[in-house]
C-alpha cells in the first residue's frame, strides 16, 4: 500500500514537471535562442542526403551530343522504376529553364526521385544551361524528327542503366513533348510502361496552337479586357503600354511614347485603310476587328516565314518551324498507342500557351477508339507551367504541390 502511495506522488511529480517544462516551451520569449539549451543539438535534424546524381552525356547521332543526368533515390540499389522526362518547344534545358528560381524539371526529377523512380533528363541538342544555344548549327537544322530521335535515344540510355527496372519506365512530355511521347510509344511499345502528357497538345503545333497564341488569344484579350466601354476600339497608347500587345507593332528600343505611337500608326495604315467612325487612327484609337486583328495575323505570318535568317530561343527556327507545320496533329495518332500502355494528362485550367480544350480533344478522342485506361486531370487557375495564372498569361513559379503528388501517385500506381 505504501509502495502504491510513493508510486502515485512520483508519477504525480513527473506529470507536474512535464506540464511545467511545456508551458516554458510555450511561453518562450521571441528573443529565446534554441541553441542556449544543452540539448539541443542532439534534437538537430543533420544534412540528409535523399536524392543522388549522376551526369551523363547521350550521342544522339552524326557526331551530335547532349548534355544528360539522372536523378535516382539514395537509398537502396533499385532496380528502381524509371521515367524519362520529354522537354517542350524552344532552346530548353534539361531542368526545363524559365528563369533563375523556376526550373519545372529539376522540380519533377527530384519529387520522383524523393519517392522511389529514377530519372533522366537531357538538353535538347544545341542547347546548354539556361536558355543557351551552344551550337547554331545544331539548333537552326534541328526538326521534329530529330527531337523524337533524341528522346528515342535517351530512353534507351535510360533502359540500359545498371541499377533501372527496363520494363518499368515511363515517359513524361511537356508542351511539345506531348507531341514526340505518344509517337515513342507508339514505336516502342514493348518499352514503355506508360505515359504522361502535361500541357498537352492536340493540334498541329504551327497552324493551330501558334496561331492561337499570336492572334486569337490576344484578339479576345483585346475585346474582352482592353476594350472597357464595349465600342470595338482601344486606345493606342494602352496597346503600346500592355504587355500582351506591346510587341505587335512596336519595337522594343523605341522608348519614346510620341515615337510608339506613330509607329503603331504607321503599321495600322499599312494593312487597313483608316477607319470611318468617329474614333479612328487620328484620334488614338485602333478598331479591333479591321486594323488590330489584321497586325495580329502580319505577326503570326512573320514568325512562321520560311526566312533562314530568323531563329528564335523561344519559337524556334524556320527548319523546326516547318517540320512542325508538315507533322500529322498528336489527335490524329493518339489512338494508336497501344492499348496496354496508359495514358494520364494533366492540364491547367488556365493554360494560355496550350488551352484546355487540348487535352479534352485528347480525352475525347481516346474515349472514342475505346482506350482502356486513359485518365484527365484539370487545374483551376494554373497555368501552362502548372503555377497560378489568369486565362491571358501564364504565370511562373514552382508546381503546384497537388500536381507532383498526383503525377507521383499515378505513376507509382502503374509502375507495377
Not at 304 to 330: M, Q, R, V, Y
Request: some cysteine.
Amino acid at each position: 500500500m505504501f509502495r502504491s502511495f510513493v508510486n502515485s506522488i512520483f508519477a504525480i511529480t513527473i506529470g507536474m514537471a512535464l506540464l511545467i517544462s511545456i508551458n516554458m516551451l510555450v511561453y518562450l520569449p521571441m528573443s529565446f535562442d534554441p541553441t542556449s539549451l544543452s540539448f539541443s543539438k542532439a534534437f538537430a535534424q543533420p544534412e540528409i542526403q535523399i536524392v543522388k546524381y549522376r551526369n551523363l552525356t547521350i550521342d544522339i547521332g552524326n557526331g551530335v551530343s547532349t548534355n544528360a543526368q539522372i536523378t535516382y533515390p539514395a537509398m537502396g540499389k533499385g532496380p528502381f522504376p524509371g521515367v524519362l522526362l520529354v522537354p517542350g518547344s524552344g532552346a530548353t534545358d534539361m531542368n526545363s529553364t524559365l528563369n533563375e528560381n523556376v526550373k519545372p524539371f529539376w522540380e519533377i526529377a527530384n519529387y520522383l526521385s524523393e519517392r522511389g523512380f529514377e530519372v533522366l533528363r537531357y538538353d535538347k541538342r544545341g542547347v546548354g544551361p539556361n536558355l543557351t544555344v551552344e551550337d547554331s548549327n545544331v539548333w537552326g537544322n534541328m526538326t521534329v524528327t530529330d527531337l523524337i530521335n533524341d528522346a528515342e535515344k535517351a530512353l534507351i540510355v535510360l533502359s540500359e542503366q545498371p541499377d533501372i527496372e527496363p520494363k518499368s519506365i515511363s515517359i513524361v512530355g511537356h508542351s511539345e513533348g506531348t507531341i514526340i511521347v505518344p509517337r515513342i510509344a507508339i514505336d516502342n511499345p514493348t518499352k514503355v510502361k506508360s505515359i504522361v502528357l502535361m500541357g498537352a497538345v492536340a493540334q498541329n503545333l504551327i497552324k493551330d496552337i501558334l496561331y492561337y497564341q499570336v492572334v486569337d488569344l490576344r484578339y479576345d484579350y483585346a475585346k474582352q479586357v482592353l476594350d472597357t466601354n464595349h465600342t470595338g476600339y482601344i486606345p493606342i497608347d494602352r496597346i503600346a503600354s500592355d504587355p500582351l500587345l506591346d510587341d505587335v507593332v512596336v519595337n522594343l528600343s523605341l522608348l519614346d511614347t510620341d515615337n510608339v505611337t506613330n509607329a503603331i500608326k504607321a503599321a495600322a495604315e499599312d494593312n487597313v485603310e483608316s477607319d470611318s467612325g468617329n474614333q479612328n487612327n487620328e484620334t488614338g484609337y485602333l478598331n479591333i476587328e479591321t486594323q488590330l486583328k489584321p497586325l495580329l495575323i502580319k505577326e503570326y505570318e512573320d514568325k512562321i516565314a520560311f526566312d533562314l535568317s530568323k531563329c528564335s530561343k523561344i519559337i524556334g527556327c524556320p527548319i523546326w518551324i516547318k517540320s512542325e507545320t508538315d507533322l500529322i496533329p498528336n489527335l490524329s495518332t493518339i489512338g494508336n498507342v497501344s492499348r496496354s500502355i496508359p495514358i494520364l494528362i494533366l492540364q491547367g485550367e488556365n493554360d494560355s500557351a496550350t488551352p484546355i480544350e487540348q487535352g479534352l480533344l485528347l480525352h475525347q478522342q481516346l474515349d472514342k477508339v475505346n482506350h482502356p485506361d486513359h485518365t484527365l486531370i484539370t487545374y483551376p487557375n494554373l497555368g501552362h507551367f502548372f503555377y497560378s495564372s489568369s486565362k491571358w498569361q501564364n504565370g511562373l513559379g514552382p508546381i503546384y504541390p497537388q500536381v507532383l503528388a498526383d503525377l507521383y501517385s499515378w505513376l507509382d500506381s502503374h509502375s507495377k
